[in-house]
C-alpha cells in the first residue's frame, strides 16, 4: 500500500539552522507532537495521524508530511507549513508542497 505524502523543498543556505531551531523548539512536544528521531540532518516527528520528517541539505531544506489518508494529509501539511513559515518569516520562506 502506497502511503500519501507530500514534499516541499525550500532554497535555503540557513537549513541546519531551520532543523536546529525546529528540533530544539518540537523536543518539548507543543500541540500533541512527539519527536521519533533527531540527528544532525534530520528530524522525524509524530504528528499523531502523520509523520513529518525535516532534512537538511547544503542549499535547501526539504519537508516531508506521509499520513493514511488525504484529508489527514491535507489538515497536516498545512499545519506543517504554518509552523515552519512561521520560524522562516525573515527570510520569506514558503512552503509549496508536491506529490512526493
Known amino acids: 500500500m502506497v502511503v500519501p505524502a507530500l514534499e516541499a523543498h525550500l532554497g535555503t543556505p540557513r537549513a ?3 532543523l536546529a531551531q525546529l528540533t ?3 523536543s ?7 519527536v521519533l528521531s533527531t540527528s544532525a540532518e534530520e528530524l ?13 541539505a547544503p ?3 526539504l519537508l516531508r508530511v506521509e ?11 498545512a499545519r506543517v507549513a504554518h ?7 525573515r527570510d520569506g520562506l514558503q512552503v509549496v508542497w508536491q506529490q512526493a
Open 59 to 61: 542549499a535547501e531544506l
Open 83 to 89: 509552523r515552519v513559515e512561521q520560524i522562516a518569516r
Open 44 to 56: 522525524v516527528v509524530d504528528l499523531g495521524t502523520a509523520t513529518w520528517s525535516v532534512r537538511a
Open 67 to 77: 499520513a493514511d489518508d488525504a484529508d489527514e494529509l491535507e489538515q497536516q501539511s
Open 24 to 26: 530544539s523548539h518540537l
Open 28 to 34: 518539548h512536544g507543543p500541540g500533541g507532537l512527539t
Open 16 to 18: 541546519e539552522r531551520y
